[in-house]
């Protein structure tokens, strides 16, 4: 007997058809945030040719589409260019609460933001990604060491993302107190928090689960390069 999807199965479907419908840039049946947001697309459920045809042009010939999620085969002239397992946690019970030393940081505080990110490669975290929800840092003499916030929103869910901290002031629990102030936050606005991480990342999974998150599904981290037009097509589109 089939199983009602649940709307995390395709999470970024939800937020672009959902609260983030403003971001939505589409074409066919994929949408995706902008590039500046974040690489999230949203695909249909079963990819059809015109779907990877739609996505080719969407993303530009030769360029590489993250496919989270997407864990079947793809076609001739797409490549594949990473591949991983991930996980996805759902609230169970999270012991969520304000964090007194966190601030709500905003477009000012980006280029440190960008920063952090680059330095504790938490996963992807754009120049406009701080639009996609509230974001929280803690500060040490003015400079930012740990943050963590909001990225997508499906009715009802939030996700939990960006949790990153430097790596002179670890061992003191600011993700951890982040993660919780965050998940308040979400639950403040009668929603759900949820999160992704790798599955490889036995520590941090470990950690989610002893905060209170449980494992929902497993899920795929994937990316693949557009096809390239054909000399014959590179003529055509320049004559």
Do not use: K
């Not at 739609?54 to 864990?71: I, M, T």
């Not at 938490?122 to 929280?136: D, H, K, N, S, V």
């Not at 500060?139 to 869910?157: C, D, K, S, Y």
């Not at 308040?184 to 009668?190: F, L, S, V």
């Amino acid at each position: 007997m089939p199983t009602t999807p649940h709307i995390l199965d395709n999470p970024a479907r939800a937020a672009l058809t959902g609260p983030h419908a403003h971001f939505a840039e589409r074409r066919g049946r994929i949408l995706r945030y902008p590039v500046d947001v974040s690489p999230w697309l949203a695909l249909p459920d079963r990819l059809e040719p015109e779907d990877w045809a739609d996505l080719a042009a969407l993303s530009g010939p030769g360029a590489e589409v993250p496919l989270l999620g997407h864990q079947g085969p793809v076609p001739d002239g797409w490549e594949i260019t990473f591949h991983a397992e991930g996980v996805q946690l759902v609230d169970d019970g999270i012991d969520a609460a304000p964090e007194p030393e966190a601030i709500v940081l905003g477009p000012a505080d980006v280029p440190e933001m960008l920063d952090l990110v680059e330095r504790t490669r938490p996963g992807p975290f754009l120049p406009r990604t701080i639009e996609m929800g509230t974001y929280l840092g803690i500060r040490r003499q003015g400079r930012l060491v740990a943050m963590a916030g909001e990225r997508l929103h499906p009715p009802g869910w939030t996700e939990i993302s960006a949790v990153c901290t430097d790596p002179a002031a670890r061992g003191e629990g600011l993700a951890t107190r982040l993660v919780l102030a965050v998940a308040h936050g979400i639950r403040e606005r009668g929603e759900t928090p949820f999160l992704h991480t790798g599955a490889a990342n036995t520590n941090a999974i470990r950690l989610y689960e002893h905060l209170g998150f449980r494992l929902r599904r497993s899920t795929a981290f994937m990316a693949a390069r557009a096809p390239q037009p054909t000399g014959g097509e590179r003529a055509m589109a320049v004559s």
